[in-house]
């Protein structure tokens, strides 16, 4: 059977985390679960205390140094065929991980991406200036790497394990996703799309990027086309 690993960046997400672990545990996978709780100041730390002894559960406490550093931290404890990034924060829901998961199953792709953009899932309506930067992203990324891809920017990312491993991911921050999407369409590799859901949630809900996060971005698609 297929073994999957979750990532699961969390930092102060005591409010959703509990339920997100939940759900993945509840899916009928082989899985591995690795959070990484990087200085959480509320309850996250206490949560995760209480989740620590279970089979296949595992807790990398490090500084505060942002969800790429906090992703790449967990990428030497994976010992599942399939990694997927699970944000803690429930924006995202694990239900539909099998189904992300089924193309690389399959062996069609190697890299899964859950497109919010791509319609006919429930879609929270709101924020449009993130719509427009994201839009705009997502097409810069077509046209720098000759690509069709819908939602660059989305949290729900899978991977065949070995090619995460291989990505010599180095960004700290939320620049990790760019450099992620520019280093998988770099390397030519079967990338898919599939429809998700997105539950977002506001700032005063505990959002976390911002507008600098979108201009960084534009500057990593480039460097990885033209340097990297
Ligand atoms: N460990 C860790 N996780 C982080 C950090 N920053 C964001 N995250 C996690 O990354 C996920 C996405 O963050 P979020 O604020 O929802 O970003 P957004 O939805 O893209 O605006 C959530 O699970 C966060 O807890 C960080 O500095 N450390
Ligand atoms: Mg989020």
Redesign the pocket.
């Known amino acids: 059977m297929t073994r999957v690993s979750f990532i ?6 005591a409010a959703t985390l509990g339920e997100v672990l939940r759900r993945v545990e509840a899916l009928d996978l082989e899985k591995q679960i690795v959070v ?5 100041t509320d309850d996250t730390p206490r949560l995760l205390e209480e989740w620590s002894s279970r089979n296949g559960f595992h807790v990398i406490r490090q500084e ?4 790429g ?2 992703i790449r931290a967990a990428i030497p404890y994976l010992d599942g065929d399939i990694a997927v990034i699970q ?3 429930m ?1 995202y829901d694990p239900k539909e991980v099998p189904e992300l998961i089924e193309p690389i199953r399959r062996g069609a792709a190697d890299v899964v991406f859950g497109s919010r953009l791509s319609g006919g899932r429930p879609q929270r309506a709101y924020l449009f200036w993130h719509l427009v930067g994201n839009r705009f992203l997502s097409l810069l990324t077509n046209v720098l790497y000759n690509t069709t891809l819908s939602d660059m ?1 989305t ?1 729900y990312k899978a991977f065949r394990a070995d090619v995460l491993r291989s990505l010599d991911l180095r960004e700290d ?2 620049a990790i ?1 760019p450099e992620i999407t520019a280093k998988v369409c770099k390397r030519k590799l079967r990338v898919y799309e599939l429809p998700i859901s997105y539950y ?2 506001s700032y005063a809900e ?4 911002t507008w600098r996060d979108g201009f960084k971005a534009v500057f990593v698609l480039m460097r990885v086309r033209f340097t990297d």
């Open positions: 699961v960046p969390a930092y102060n997400e990484v709780d990087d200085g959480s505060n140094r942002g969800k550093a906090a944000d803690a924060d924006e920017e949290g921050d939320f996703e977002g949630r505990g959002k976390k990027i």
